[in-house]
């Protein structure tokens, strides 16, 4: 290790080893605590500690104080939260970049949540002083000051200085953030300046094209997409689906090794679609098999089509069946 970030200065083994540690510990105990805040006002309220009577709530002074310490331990271990989201904030940003540490982050967020620890940290002193001097407008001032401020300030805040001052002139603003990202990028896979090797790139315009061998190195590329937007993906809906309650949800490209080397295929899982069952009762969506797991898988050669203009089909069929198909000169078939 021994090398420090660029924000903080602090060595890079803190967001390995210890960040996760404190923020998971944090959370926890904030749980723990928020569960205990609220079984002790239900034990007070259930012993006569806390009532209701003439439009006024009263607590007894033992309920108060009590009460009391543990909401400034739930704010005080807010405001650890927000201190420790600010660290958090260097592994997970929020810039439009890639959700790099972007100039959002350290112009608006990181002092929002900085900020935000403080608020909460006087809110916590200002309830133990509200409960203790029976000053209920303290307390109640103190917590929504919390919320009021959480609201405006780590979500507004950050917000406008995005919308007036990064997006007008993205690139300005983001630049010195990606290089850092860069950098350290660099860094994680152990690439710097020395090992990177320079070669000039030359290119004859003038020379004769081999078209031959062009067409013969551009045989294998897919001419059919893949994703959740492509054209093939209607194909399959339509042609293979079958059933209303059977979707696909995305298309995706594989390499078989034929003898002619690797070809590419597309492939895409028939999956069950809750929506599309005829009588949604809890024995059809829980039980039936038909209507809980999905049947097999459809294939096609990605880098052909038919005469016809659709894709050559693999696999296909309820239930899903093989076909022999001639991709290039060699017969190729899914098992």
């Not at 723990?32 to 609220?38: D, E, I, P």
């Not at 507004?156 to 007008?168: H, I, T």
């Not at 034929?258 to 829980?286: E, K």
Request: aromatic share 10%.
């Amino acid at each position: 290790w021994g090398q420090v970030d660029p924000i903080f200065s602090k060595d890079l083994s803190f967001y390995v080893f210890w960040l996760p540690v404190l923020d998971a510990a944090v959370v926890y105990t904030l749980v723990v605590t928020f569960l205990v805040l609220a079984l002790t006002a239900a034990v007070y309220a259930a012993a006569g500690g806390a009532t209701l009577g003439s439009g006024r709530f009263r607590l007894s002074e033992e309920a108060r104080r009590h009460l009391g310490v543990i909401l400034a331990s739930v704010l005080l271990l807010l405001a650890a939260r927000w201190y420790l989201s600010g660290f958090g904030l260097l592994i997970n940003g929020n810039s439009a970049v890639q959700g790099i540490f972007g100039f959002a982050d350290s112009e608006a967020r990181l002092p929002a949540l900085q900020t935000m620890s403080i608020v909460a940290i006087g809110a916590a002193a200002a309830i133990l002083w509200g409960s203790w001097r029976n000053r209920p407008a303290a307390v109640a001032g103190a917590f929504g000051a919390v919320i009021i401020g959480g609201a405006l300030i780590t979500n507004l805040y950050p917000s406008v200085v995005q919308s007036f001052r990064v997006e007008p002139n993205e690139l300005e603003r983001e630049t010195p953030f990606i290089l850092q990202n860069m950098e350290f990028t660099r860094l994680a896979y152990g690439i710097d300046e020395k090992s990177l090797e320079r070669r000039p790139f030359d290119f004859d315009a003038s020379a004769p094209i081999d078209w031959g061998e062009a067409a013969e190195q551009f045989s294998g590329l897919p001419i059919w997409g893949s994703g959740t937007g492509a054209p093939l993906l209607t194909t399959y809906r339509e042609v293979e689906a079958r059933f209303q309650y059977y979707d696909f949800d995305r298309v995706s490209i594989d390499r078989y090794h034929t003898d002619d080397g690797l070809v590419p295929v597309t492939i895409a899982v028939r999956h069950v679609d809750p929506t599309g069952i005829p009588d949604q009762n809890w024995q059809n969506l829980h039980l039936r098999e038909r209507y809980v797991a999905g049947l097999g898988a459809v294939a096609s050669a990605a880098n052909s089509r038919t005469a016809e203009g659709r894709p050559e089909m693999l696999l296909r069929g309820l239930p899903p069946e093989t076909l022999k198909s001639s991709v290039g000169s060699v017969p190729l078939q899914l098992d």
